[in-house]
C-alpha cells in the first residue's frame, strides 16, 4: 500500500528526512514513533501530497506521490497535527462540505455523511458547532473529514495527542475499528500511546527508522532482562527471598506500592526471560497474597528511549530500576504523570518557516 526508498527531504541545508525507506501492507495499523523534530510530520506531509521530497521514492498503491498526486490525495485520508475545522461549522454541515471539497456529489454527500458520523461516534453531537466540543470530540471530527471520502489509506498525525486517558481508550477503539476497511498510519511521541493501537512501529529517529517491530519485538531485540511488578499482600522479606529464588531472575526490588494497605509491597523483579508465571508461582506457594502481576511501567519509556531519545547508548541497557520513595503519595503521583501525554510538546512544529513544496 505504501511503499518509501530512499527518502530525503531537506528545508533549505537541512536534512529533515532522510535516508527513509520502509513499506506498510494493505490492512496494516502502523505507528511511526519519534520524539520532537524527529521528521514524522514531514514524513506524512510528502504521503498526504502536502509536501514535494528533495528525492526518493514514494508510492501509494503503485502511484508516485509526484507524478500523480490528485490521484494519491484521493486514496488518502489525512488529518494533519493541527486538523481544519471551523468552529463556527456543526459538525454534520462541516463533513458535508469536507465531503464536497472531496468530489462527492450533493446525493453522496448527503449518503455518506451519517454513516461517517455512525463511524466515528459523532452522531450525538452531529448538531452542535465544533467550537463547542471537547478535545477528543475535535480529534474525531479530524477523523471524520479525513475518511469521509472513502479513502483506503488514513495518515493521521498524532491523532492521540492531548487527550484524557478516557479519550485515548474511545481513539484507540475507534481507529482499531477503522482497520478493516483502512491501512493507517499514524504518528507519535509517546510510545505507551500507540503501542497497543498498532500492529506494528516504526521507530524514526533523525529522519530514518531507526527500529521496526511490534512493542514486544522491539523489547525482546534491545532489552536484556524483562521487568515485571508484582504487588502482594505478606511479609515482605518472604516475597523478595521466594521471587529470588526464581531461575532467571536477576533482581528484586521493593518499590512504591501500587496501592495502600496493610503489608502490601510492590516488588520490581528483573529476569532473564519472561518469569511472570514462575514468579506468581513461587509467592502463591510461599503463602504471598498476589494482588497485582503487570510488566515494568518504565519498561517501554526504556525500550523508546534506548531507540530513539536524546542519551542513546546503543549498548542495550537500560535505567536503573525505580526505587522506593520516601512517601506513597509521590509515588501516586509519579504514575498519575508516567505515561501522560504533552499536549504542549508540539509548540515548535507552529513556529517552523513553512517548507512546502521545495
Ligand atoms: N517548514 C520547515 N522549515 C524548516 N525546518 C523544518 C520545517 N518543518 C520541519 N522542520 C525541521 O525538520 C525536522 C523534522 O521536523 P518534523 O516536524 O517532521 O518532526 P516531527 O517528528 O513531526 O516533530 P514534532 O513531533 O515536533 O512535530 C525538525 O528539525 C524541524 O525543525
Known sequence: MIEIVDLYKYYGERRAVGPLSFSIEAGEIVGLLGLNGAGKTTTLRILACDLLPSSGSVRVNGLDVVESPHEVRSLIGYLPDTPPLYGEMTVRAYLHFAARLRGLSKASADKRVPEVLEATGLAEVQDQLIASLSHGYKQRVGIAQAIVHGPKLLVLDEPISGLDPVQIVEMRELLRGLKGEHTILLSSHILGEISETCDRILVIREGQIAASGTEAELSSKLLKNQRVEVTVRGDEEKAKEAASAVSGVVSVEVIDATEEGAGVVTLQIESGGDAREAVCHALVTAGIGLLEVRR???????????????????????????????????AKKARASAGEGDAGAKDAAAEKEDGSGT
Not at 511501567?297 to 534506548?306: H, I, K, P, Q, W
Open 296 to 330: 515494568g511501567e518504565r519498561e517501554l519509556e526504556t525500550v523508546f528511549l534506548e531507540l530513539a531519545g536524546p542519551e542513546t547508548k546503543g549498548d542495550g541497557t537500560e535505567a536503573a530500576p525505580r526505587k522506593r520513595r520516601a512517601g506513597k503519595k509521590g
